[in-house]
């Protein structure tokens, strides 16, 4: 990674859609102290995550998410595990929406997160919202399991959160 953006980065786009095709064992680890919000940062358009295959992220950065999107994530297939050691998990900042997969997630924040709020610019807050409709996750966090500031909506799917401060 260089100094300032994230292993995968995109931004001035419509939509990015990644495919983790079937059989492929893929690894990402952000070891740099300044990258930009995530091991994968998708900003100012939709992201949307698809395939079989296993993607493994790690990020060491301050702000470094395994996978950070500013507008609406759609994650419908594949086998995630990732690891953040400062950060969340995963965060689609307007919606992060959960089809299908298989998650492993550990993090020192909230493993699933939607929406953003800083004390500091109460004016840019955004309420985002997790809906979950199939997959099987397993969060281990340090802070909260499932995070959002507007909705958090459970539809199918097999969740475990173990999570030092709030589950959901």
Known sequence: SNSSKALIFAEKCNSVRIIIPQGTNNTLIDTSANADKGVIHVKSCDLTMDGKGTLNLTSYAPKGRGIFNSKNLTINGGIYNITTAVSHGIQGEMSLTINGGTFNVTSAKSGLKSG?????????????????????????????????????????????????????
Do not use: Q
């Open 116 to 168: 953003d709020f800083d004390e500091e610019m109460p004016e840019e807050a955004v309420e985002g919202k997790v809906t979950i409709n199939g997959g099987s996750i397993n969060v281990n966090s340090t802070t909260n399991g499932i995070s959002s500031y507007g909705e958090v909506t459970i539809n199918n799917g097999y969740v475990i959160l173990n999570a030092k401060s709030d589950g959901i």
